[in-house]
C-alpha cells in the first residue's frame, strides 16, 4: 500500500524553526515529484515547495523562499521541509503529496495534479 506519512508539526514561537517530515513507502519514488502544502483554516490549500525524487531539483513558492527549505532523502524514503523564521501566519495545516504523472514544472504548484496525499501535520506559530 502507497503511503505518505508526514510528521514534525507542533508549537513554536515566532522566529523559530521546526522540521517536517514525509515518509514514503509502498514503492520506488524515484520517479516522482514530492510537494508540500498547507491548509489554513477557512483558506484554500496552498503550495509551499516541490522536489523532483530523481533530481533533487526544487522550486519554491515565493511566501516562502528563501524560509522554507525542501529536501530528501534516497536512503530513508523521506522527504524534508526544513522551517526557518516561522511567523504566525505560517499557522496551518501542512500536507505532502506525490505524484509520478509528467507536467509543466508550474503545474506543480496545483494541488488537483497530485495523486498521493498525507494525513496532515498541524503547525502552530505564536507570536
Known amino acids: 500500500q502507497v503511503q505518505l506519512v508526514e510528521s514534525g508539526g507542533g508549537l513554536v514561537q515566532s522566529g523559530g524553526s521546526l522540521r517536517l517530515s514525509c515518509v514514503a513507502s509502498?514503492?520506488?519514488?524515484?520517479?516522482?515529484?514530492m510537494a508540500w502544502f498547507r491548509q489554513a483554516p477557512g483558506k484554500e490549500r496552498e503550495f509551499l515547495a516541490t522536489?523532483?525524487?530523481?533530481?533533487?531539483?526544487?522550486d519554491y513558492a515565493e511566501s516562502v523562499k528563501g524560509r522554507f527549505t525542501i529536501s530528501r532523502s534516497n536512503a530513508k524514503n523521506t522527504m524534508y521541509l526544513q522551517m526557518n523564521s516561522l511567523k504566525s501566519e505560517d499557522t496551518a495545516d501542512y500536507y505532502c503529496?506525490?505524484?509520478?504523472?509528467?507536467?509543466?514544472?508550474?503545474?506543480?504548484?496545483?494541488?488537483?495534479?497530485?495523486?498521493?496525499w498525507g494525513q496532515g501535520t498541524q503547525v502552530t506559530v505564536s507570536s
Open positions: 509502498g514503492r520506488t519514488f524515484s520517479n516522482f515529484r
Open positions: 503529496a506525490a505524484t509520478e504523472r509528467q507536467y509543466d514544472d508550474s503545474l506543480y504548484r496545483d494541488p488537483r495534479n497530485y495523486d498521493l
Open positions: 522536489i523532483r525524487w530523481s533530481s533533487g531539483s526544487t
